[in-house]
């Protein structure tokens, strides 16, 4: 993945050169959408009955250029991630006797979505956009900890922060805005769950991170 950012950013270079470059930064609010609840998943030794995920106050900030070729443009972003998620899973560990695992994710990651996108309306004072394109996902100091409850009533409770995914790949498209020098943006997020859900001999990675995202920013040139 490294190999392809480098040379993403070596073709951002070259674009620069040629196109009418706006710069700015931005602020939103990610709300968590479609999240799997996975039931009766059967990997090695246990079976997954149930699991869902809560994630909740989740906010993003940073930086975006975007490089116009009249109605067409080039949108590459720098964002910081943070916020909180929950887990909540029951494992079936042998024949009437589960296990209870509550999970929290302390978030903290780096998003660069590369965005290409299309002025539907393109007016002096206002323009109304649509766009897709990757987005490239790296943790950045997230922490994962872990409660679990089995069929006794014992408690244990775990660092797994080591089972965090280094960098994830996922899509992003939505609908954007401009007034002036102000820029709204709706988006949707597909990206897959960078926090492993590993049970003993069982490891769960199947979760949707979905998000529908709502940012607001500020083109200083």
């Given at each position: ?10 073709l ?74 929950n ?63 089995n ?5 244990s409770?775990?660092?797994?922060t ?20 102000l ?27 979905n ?11």
């Amino acid at each position: 993945m490294k190999k392809f950012v480098y040379s993403a950013i070596f073709l951002l270079c070259g674009i620069f050169a040629y196109g009418q470059i706006d710069f700015g930064f931005k602020l939103g609010y990610n709300s968590s959408v479609g999240l799997n609840d996975l039931n009766s998943i059967t990997k090695g030794k246990y079976t997954l009955d149930s699991a869902k995920i809560d994630a909740k106050n989740n906010f993003m900030v940073g930086a975006f250029s975007r490089i116009n070729f009249g109605k067409i443009y080039l949108q590459p972003e720098l964002l910081y991630v943070g916020g909180k998620k929950n887990y909540s899973e029951t494992v079936i560990v042998s024949e009437g006797n589960t296990a209870s695992y509550d999970k929290k994710v302390t978030m903290s990651m780096i998003d660069i979505p590369v965005l290409l996108g299309y002025k539907l309306l393109d007016l002096k004072l206002a323009n109304v956009r649509v766009f897709i394109g990757p987005k490239f996902r790296f943790n950045a100091g997230s922490k994962f900890k872990v409660e679990n409850f089995n069929s006794t009533g014992e408690i244990s409770k775990d660092d797994i922060t080591k089972e965090i995914k280094k960098s994830q790949v996922g899509l992003e498209s939505g609908l954007g805005v401009d007034i002036l020098k102000l820029t709204i943006d709706a988006r949707f997020n597909l990206i897959k769950d960078m926090y492993q859900t590993k049970l003993k001999e069982v490891t769960i990675d199947d979760f949707q991170a979905n998000t529908i995202q709502i940012s607001v920013g500020w083109k200083i040139f």
